[in-house]
C-alpha cells in the first residue's frame, strides 16, 4: 500500500514536501518514483529512486526537484522547490515490485505499466 500526502495549494516559487508512505512488502527491492498527470494530459514521470540510491529526473524538474527515501521509515519524499504553474498536478508515488533494472530506474527508461503500485495521489496547485 502506498499513501502520498504533503499536496496543497502554493504560489509560484514556493515549495512543498511530498511524501510517500509504504507498507505491505518489502521496501527495500524496489525502484520507487514519483509521477504526475495533469487534466488532459498523460501521466508522467517526474524522478525515480532505486534502492542503491541513484536517481533521476526528467529534465523539467531538474534542478528543482529532490527524490529521496528514508529506508528506516519506509517513506519516499519528493522535495518540490521553485514551483512554477507548470507543475500543477496529481502527484502519484509508485513502486515496481522489483521487476525493474537499476540501471532502467536511475536513466528514466521505463513506462508506466512497470510500475504495479500506485498511491491515491496528492493535488498540488500552484498560483501565479
Given at each position: 500500500q502506498l499513501v502520498e500526502s504533503g499536496g496543497g495549494s502554493v504560489q509560484a516559487g514556493g515549495s512543498l514536501r511530498l511524501a510517500c508512505a509504504?507498507?505491505?512488502?518489502?521496501?527495500?527491492?524496489l525502484c520507487m518514483g514519483w509521477f504526475r498527470q495533469a487534466p488532459g494530459n498523460e501521466r508522467e514521470a517526474v524522478a525515480s529512486i532505486y534502492i542503491d540510491g541513484?536517481?533521476?529526473?526528467?529534465?523539467?524538474v531538474k534542478g528543482r526537484f529532490?527524490?529521496?527515501?528514508?529506508?528506516?521509515?519506509?517513506?519516499l519524499y519528493l522535495q518540490i522547490d521553485s514551483l512554477k504553474p507548470?507543475?500543477?498536478?496529481?502527484y502519484y508515488c509508485a513502486?515496481?515490485?522489483?521487476?525493474?533494472?537499476?540501471?532502467?530506474?536511475?536513466?528514466?527508461?521505463?513506462?508506466?505499466?512497470?510500475?504495479?503500485?500506485?498511491?491515491?495521489?496528492?493535488?498540488?496547485?500552484?498560483?501565479s
Open positions: 509504504v507498507s505491505g512488502y518489502k521496501y527495500s527491492a541513484n536517481t533521476y529526473y526528467t529534465d523539467s529532490t527524490i529521496s527515501q528514508d529506508n528506516a521509515k519506509n517513506t507548470e507543475d500543477a498536478a496529481m513502486a515496481d515490485g522489483g521487476i525493474l533494472p537499476g540501471k532502467y530506474c536511475y536513466s528514466g527508461q521505463y513506462t508506466i505499466d512497470q510500475f504495479a503500485y500506485w498511491g491515491q495521489g496528492t493535488q498540488v496547485t500552484v498560483s
